[in-house]
């Protein structure tokens, strides 16, 4: 999905979503040209080696240009290469209403904590984390992440995005005078981190944290 109208925060253009076709599971990357998928996919492809114990066995993608080298890949490694035909979108549907479904949620979440449009790369990976969290009735009333590892996510780390939080800035001051807390909201949940990433309103700066107080 991309380019963006405007580069990240991090300096993002792109983003591109891996689905397990069976529980619709999502994976999410950040990268910054389209030739970069190449390298992504290759994070991607270690990630289910080493965490599941397994191997991709079968892809479904377009036909652009990014993927004329993963092609040339799937054919050296065994990947069953399944291709959309030209200008049928719907034959990829799932993954196109998944994109449309993230970009609008993001682009809510943002609005709901009024931050400027170049955080989008952190209200885009929050989507994601609430749409594999979330119950939908394509899965009987499961959500995703029920589905793929059988057992219910964490819903306590949900919080509000746009409500008023003041985190614990301390370790992040190089003077003792400095203000220990100042005021936040959220901007992310990363599962990487037990913990939520903070754009402090005043300075625009983000922070990591797990601590919190209302």
Excluded at 186 to 195: A, M, N, P, Q, W
């Amino acid at each position: 999905m991309g380019p963006a109208s405007i580069f990240s925060y991090d300096g993002f253009y792109y983003f591109v979503i891996f689905v397990d076709a069976h529980t619709k599971y999502i994976w999410y990357y950040l990268f910054v040209a389209k030739s970069d998928v190449f390298s992504v996919f290759h994070r991607f492809q270690a990630f289910v080696e080493v965490q599941f114990l397994g191997k991709n066995k079968s892809i479904q993608t377009g036909w652009g240009g990014e993927y004329h080298k993963l092609n040339t890949l799937f054919q050296t490694i065994g990947i069953h290469h399944h291709l959309i035909c030209p200008y049928t979108h719907e034959q990829n549907r799932i993954v196109e209403r998944l994109h449309w479904h993230i970009v609008e949620t993001g682009l809510n979440l943002l609005g709901q904590c009024k931050a400027s449009l170049q955080f989008w790369n952190y209200m885009f990976e929050s989507s994601v984390y609430l749409m594999i969290c979330m119950p939908t009735l394509f899965l009987h009333n499961k959500s995703p992440f029920e589905c793929f590892f059988h057992h219910t996510p964490n819903y306590d780390f949900l919080r509000t995005f746009g409500c008023l939080f003041f985190t614990f800035l301390c370790p992040y001051h190089a003077y003792k005078l400095d203000f220990c807390s100042s005021s936040c909201v959220i901007l992310d949940y990363r599962s990487s981190h037990l913990g939520y990433y903070f754009l402090d309103i005043t300075s625009q700066s983000i922070y990591l944290s797990s601590c919190l107080f209302l």
